[in-house]
């Protein structure tokens, strides 16, 4: 059974930075495409960025580009997302998650796997 769990959430001041991990187990984690998603209050659950299995190709929101970034240590089943510059527009539960099928994709109902999330606030 696969499991993800998502550490590294907290309370910024704006500006600030923020790195969250998702540990993955269950199956081999390198062979699947991994993305990070995150719903505000109200809002609907959107993706923030995607990785490939091979950490080569990756997709960023473009509410996100140039401040955060997606990447994996496959040796440690673990995928990351570093956020810098956060503003509090980012205020949001994040959520790891995965698919159940080898391939890439950035669309929210291909991801099959969720991870419990983590709360990101960002003070003004």
């Known amino acids: 059974q696969v499991q993800l769990v998502e550490s590294g959430g907290g309370l910024v001041q704006a500006g600030g930075s923020l790195r969250l991990s998702c540990a993955a187990s269950?199956?081999?984690?390198?062979?699947?495409?991994m993305g990070w998603f995150r719903q505000a209050p109200g809002k609907e659950r959107d993706v923030v960025a995607a990785?490939?299995?091979?950490?080569?190709?990756?997709y960023y929101a473009d509410s996100v580009k140039g401040r955060f970034t997606i990447s994996r240590d496959n040796a440690k089943n673990t995928v990351y997302l570093q956020m810098n510059s956060l503003k509090p527009e980012d205020t949001a539960v994040y959520y790891c998650?995965?698919?159940?099928?080898?391939?890439?994709?950035?669309?929210?109902?291909?991801?099959?796997?969720w991870g419990q999330g983590t709360q990101v606030t960002v003070s003004s």
């Open positions: 269950g199956r081999t984690f390198s062979t699947y495409a």
């Open positions: 998650a995965t698919k159940k099928t080898i391939g890439w994709s950035t669309q929210i109902y291909d991801y099959n796997y």
């Open positions: 990785i490939s299995w091979s950490g080569v190709t990756t």
